[in-house]
């Protein structure tokens, strides 16, 4: 009974061995291009591409080489905004368009945490220490080392065998810090696969297959500048690039009664109060209305274009001021009021209406 126990054990270590080795064997035979070394182009590139993008924050910080860690808050034209997300930022681009004739304050409430490109923290405990940090950012869309414009699609799984020690690692990476962490600790002596195809998503939001690393590294190499990084500190020179025709003419066409609230023209003059209590209302067919006491008025509109430039020429010959070839700048919603702002170099209308 005893030999037949030590017989199974044995039987036993050996498939283990056997399995394992069978593993090693396979990921030592894979093919080059399916092998990660360190410090080579693919990785580089891969790290660049996974590094914390520190420009989704340039409305508080003005830095494109870090962020500041959530939660926190800023003091914003002497009002107290509490930031948890990037969602937030809104909030304090809220306050900032509040005027056009007033000057902008944003102050920090330190202590708070940066968090940088290779995604580690540092406390910062004052605008001197904040400051120090900046001046090693580059400047407004100067070329920077983080790749934007590509992003991979979550989760991947890497093997590691270290040559040295015998051991084999599986692992799953579920976002950028993972992927970019995991790069950054490949030693000479790893043999690091992946799971391919890996997916990679473009600046057009397309997704692309890729089977191997030399693939990984041409698309990425070919896309270092598809798209507008943003790193610049126009919190709202791009508001609309998610914008869409449909949902522009379905907003204007489903809320009723907008007011006009703001309206600018003959460069800049102030024409706010013209239409006071002016109720405009824009139909599918492209007819539009505008009603005040007793008096109905009718013209047109059309909307074309995507994203950024979007178009909505409007035309009511009665009431001249509105007429124009309006460029959408920006959808706000501050309140409970839903906020339509139109520009043509300095000539501006905005049309508000509670839409919820």
């Known amino acids: 009974m005893k030999s037949r126990v030590i017989f199974s054990l044995l039987f036993l270590s050996v498939i283990s061995i056997t399995s394992c080795r069978t593993e090693e064997t396979e990921l030592i035979l ?3 291009d399916e092998i990660l070394a360190s410090n080579s182009i693919v990785a580089q590139l891969m790290q660049r591409a996974t590094s914390n993008d520190g420009s989704i924050d340039n409305i508080v910080d003005r830095a494109n080489c870090f962020d500041i860690k959530f939660p926190y808050s800023v ?67 100067v070329a920077d080392i983080d790749i934007e414009c590509i992003d991979f699609q979550y989760p991947i799984e890497a093997s590691s065998f270290n040559s040295n020690s015998e051991l084999l690692e599986t ?24 799971d391919f195809p890996l997916v990679v998503i473009l600046a057009d939001a397309s997704n692309v297959s890729i089977t191997n690393f030399n693939e990984l590294q041409t698309i990425i190499e070919n896309n270092i500048n598809a798209c507008d990084e943003d790193d610049d500190y126009d919190y709202n020179e791009d508001d609309c690039d998610d914008c869409t025709l449909v949902d522009i003419e379905n907003l204007l066409t489903t809320c009723n009664d907008w007011a006009v609230n703001t309206l600018r023209r003959d460069s800049g003059t102030n024409y ?62 501050c309140s409970d009021e839903t906020e339509i702002d139109m520009r043509v170099g300095i000539d501006r209308i905005q049309y508000v209406k509670n839409c919820n």
């Open 272 to 333: 706010d109060d013209v239409y006071y209590n002016y109720d405009f209302n824009f139909f599918n067919d492209g007819t539009m209305s505008v009603f005040w006491n007793t008096t109905t008025v009718y013209g047109t509109w059309i909307a074309n274009g995507s994203g950024n430039a979007i178009e909505v020429i409007i035309d009511v010959p009665a009431l001249p001021l509105c007429n124009n070839n309006w460029i959408i700048r920006e959808i706000k919603n």
């Open 30 to 32: 894979t093919p080059d």
């Open 171 to 194: 692992l799953n990476l579920e976002n950028d810090y993972q992927l970019y962490d995991f790069i950054e600790n490949i030693s000479p002596s790893d043999i690091i696969t992946m």
């Open 75 to 141: 003091n914003v034209n002497s009002e107290e905004i509490t930031l948890s997300s990037n969602s937030d930022f809104a909030r304090v681009e809220c306050v900032f368009d509040q005027s056009d004739d007033d000057t902008d304050t944003l102050d920090i409430m330190f202590p708070v945490n940066i968090v940088l490109a290779d995604f580690s923290e540092i406390t910062i405990n004052n605008e001197a220490e904040l400051n120090s940090y900046s001046a090693n950012c580059n400047g407004e869309n």
